[in-house]
């Protein structure tokens, strides 16, 4: 059974940053494309950037420039650096590998 484990969230000020970490138990971690979602109050959750097995990444083009997703195979581990916040970066960010997603970590940026 495969879990996912975010941590990194909290309360910063606009123009900071934040690096959310999500971590693997099982067997899936190495062989598959993992995303960072988000969802803010009353909005739909969106996907904020991606990784593939192999390193390629694509991100949302409103974090494009600002934010940099990562992958440590060797620890089960995806990050995502989050730089120049805007309080509409406010939600709960979700790690997702296939089908199976982590409980989510709040990022919540003031102005």
């Known amino acids: 059974q495969v879990q996912l484990v975010e941590s990194g969230g909290g309360l910063v000020q606009a123009g900071g940053s934040l690096r959310l970490s999500c971590t693997a138990s099982g067997g899936i971690f190495n062989s598959n494309t993992i995303n960072w979602y988000r969802q803010a109050p009353g909005k739909q959750r969106e996907l904020v950037a991606g990784i593939t097995k192999l390193g390629s990444t694509n991100y949302a083009d409103s974090v494009k420039g600002r934010f940099s997703i990562s992958r440590d195979n060797a620890k089960n581990t995806v990050y995502l650096q989050m730089n120049s916040l805007k309080p509409e970066d406010t939600a709960v960010y979700y790690c997702?590998?296939?089908?199976?997603w982590g409980q989510g970590t709040q990022v919540t940026v003031s102005s």
């Open positions: 997702n590998i296939r089908w199976i």
